[in-house]
């Protein structure tokens, strides 16, 4: 149970660096190919949110059904 519990915090927390980590990077520098990059790792960033959202809500799920 805890390592599930982790496994979605980390999730979480990944998600939260590639969407907010982006502009923080943009605002400072910007790499050579940025025009590439920066689609990609947002895209990440919110694929891994979705992922986290979807498993958080089957988990749910069957908890409810598991009984």
């Known amino acids: 149970r805890l390592s599930g519990m982790v496994t979605r915090l980390s999730m979480a927390i990944v998600a939260a660096a590639l969407i907010l980590g982006l502009p923080l990077i943009a605002s400072a520098w910007e790499p050579p190919g940025w025009d590439y990059i920066?689609?990609?790792?947002?895209?990440?960033?919110?694929?891994?949110?979705?992922?986290?959202?979807?498993r958080l809500a089957f988990a749910g799920r069957r908890k409810d059904h598991g009984g």
Do not use: D, Q
């Open 38 to 54: 920066a689609p990609v790792w947002f895209f990440g960033g919110i694929i891994a949110a979705i992922a986290l959202i979807a």
